[in-house]
């Protein structure tokens, strides 16, 4: 009788932990499903006819559909134009959206087929820099200090970077800059693209592969580059 007593305890203890996520991801599910109640929301009203509502979803992912027009145009004025014609054929047909997939999602697939398109149709043949004058802000302040030497170290880095990323194909390009500049995860990625996740997984590591064998050639290492941020 104690046996199965303890026994039952303990699966019990299992199932009931199991059951109970920390904290912090308890305060990630909770803003994840806010955002997505709140695109809903706005998407719903948009449909019925309120501009306001579509204008706040506007204001909401123009900065992120700017910086992934801008990572894959490389000059500000096609990202701009692509956002502004994304937001138009968005907006034409957000009353057939049914929310298969998030807003966030949906859009951000307008906006990289755009890109795509424009960048094919002008042969725009160079990912931006991501020091480019053009460039968006970046979302993190650099640290002072840093040595001329150092900067030009980086530049130069960067210049190969962006060499290198154009000689990968575009299909894996395409989902290392939505991964890399706009942090959109693997599930969001595999819907934009309607691909699986793995072969978004394997597109990334064939980019990452790409750039570590430039960096491998530099005598500045990725872990020298990452601990001049702190």
Known sequence: METGNTTGHGMSGERGSAREPSD??????????????????????????DRDAFARLFEKYRGPAYNIAFRFLGRREDALDTVQEAFGKAFAAVGSFRGGASFKTWFFRIVTNCSLDLRRSRAVRRVASLDSEDAPDP????????????????????????????????ANRTAFVLFAIEGVSYKEIAEILNISIGTVMSRIFYARQKLQRILSDQQLSPEDENTDGN
């Not at 994840?32 to 929301?41: H, I, K, N, Y």
């Not at 900067?151 to 194909?169: G, N, S, T, Y």
């Open 139 to 170: 979302p993190h302040p650099r640290s002072e200090g840093v040595t001329p030497l150092r900067a030009a170290e980086r530049h130069e880095l960067k210049q190969r970077i962006d060499a290198a990323l154009e000689e990968i194909p575009e």
């Open 24 to 49: 912090a991801m308890q305060r990630v599910f909770s803003q994840v499903g806010e955002v997505a109640s709140e695109d809903a929301r706005l998407v719903s009203a948009a449909q019925e006819g």
